[in-house]
């Protein structure tokens, strides 16, 4: 078979980059490589989900209070295994994992950076074939060299990301990552498994046409977001139409459209939880640094998300985030 070699591969592109920095260690390249490989694994488990026994609750609740499915707790250990066994990693904090892990062996203790993961986001929609995802967040260690890591060093406020991404597990499986030099996107190729770069130099268009909430909500919002949705539904009457409505139910999925379409994604305060549902650490933070490096904007409605200071590993938030045009215009319903 030929393989096209004009496309380039995670890792050659990683290391690509590398050059750029003379002094680089190449432990990111590393760790995203390992990254990559745990997420081909994931995918072979999430392609069969309909057909072996791995489908349903694994019978235990995490520590959000929510039922576990047994493809979260695979795709957990997945990730915690290559990370634990790579040379990068110091340290993981997950959804699924009550506190942080701090690998604490001699090879980890000297790694540079540490991890956040939501290993499997969307997983009610898992029974049902819809598309769900992976998603990460990597931070330089603050605990010097030479010993585990600590709590201090997972409660970083967003703004210090050195990188984050995520893996779609969708028609097609794709893996976006975003460094401070730019948002790059790369496709899984299952006739050679690798990653090949298929979408460089993400940008999320300024404006968009969609706009996505759980409208079941409703009336649980504050009426300044309730006044938004109803903007979003009269928009354009004049020059098109209202904004398209897409909701999935998985923010991977979700986000990711309307980082590529251009769009609004928003998950407001309700009566239920007034803090908001997502967590800021391993799913508000990752995709606020992604959209932020391909020029949109990401706000718990009060202040920027990477700004935010973490005081719990778990900590939810609202979010709004999306395209800069739309989420300038959001934010003049928002004004207090
Ligand atoms: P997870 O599967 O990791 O618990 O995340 C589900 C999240 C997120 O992906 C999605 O946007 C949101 O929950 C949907 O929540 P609602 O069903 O309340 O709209
Ligand atoms: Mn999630
Ligand atoms: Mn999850």
Not at 24 to 38: K, M, N, Q, Y
Not at 44 to 61: F, M, Q, R, T
Not at 208 to 226: A, L, P, R, T, W
Not at 291 to 312: D, Q
């Amino acid at each position: 078979m030929m393989v096209n070699r004009k496309i380039l591969t995670l890792d050659e592109f990683t290391i690509q980059q590398m050059r750029d920095f003379p002094h680089a260690t190449g432990e990111l390249a590393s760790l995203l490589r390992d990254i990559g490989l745990a997420a081909k694994r994931v995918n072979v488990e999430v392609n069969k989900a309909g057909l072996v026994d791995i489908l349903g609750d694994a019978g235990e609740v995490n520590v959000q209070g929510e039922d576990v499915k047994k493809l979260d707790v695979y795709a957990n250990n997945q990730f915690m295994g290559v990370l634990k066994h790579g040379i990068s990693c110091a340290g993981i904090g997950s959804e699924e994992l009550d506190d942080f892990i701090a690998f604490d062996d001699p090879v980890s203790n000297n790694s540079k950076y540490v991890c956040l993961f939501d290993p499997l986001d969307g997983s009610g929609n898992i029974d049902v074939n819809v598309s769900i995802g992976t998603i990460f967040s990597v931070y330089r260690r603050i605990t010097p060299k030479g010993q585990p890591v600590k709590r201090e060093d997972f409660l970083q406020p967003g703004i210090n990301q050195v990188a984050a991404g995520y893996i779609v597990y969708g028609s097609s499986t794709m893996m976006v990552y975003a460094s401070r030099r730019g948002v790059n996107g790369f496709t899984l190729d299952p006739s050679i498994g690798e990653f090949s770069l298929s979408h460089p130099d993400i940008k999320c268009p300024e404006f968009g046409k969609i706009y996505s909430v759980n409208h079941g909500n409703f009336f649980q919002y504050d009426q300044n977001v309730q006044d938004y949705i109803q903007q979003c539904q009269r928009k354009n009457i004049d020059n098109g139409g209202p904004y398209t409505q897409r909701y999935i139910g998985s923010m991977v999925s979700d986000v990711h459209r309307n980082l590529i379409k251009g769009g609004i994604f928003m998950y407001p305060a309700t009566k239920d939880k007034p803090g908001g549902k997502l967590r800021l650490l391993y799913e508000c933070n990752p995709f606020a640094f992604i959209i932020e490096v391909a020029g949109g904007k990401a706000t718990n409605g009060k202040e920027r998300i990477l700004e935010v200071i973490p005081e719990k590993l778990h900590q939810r938030s609202t979010l709004f985030i999306g395209s800069k045009g739309m989420m300038d215009e959001l934010e003049t319903f928002l004004k207090p």
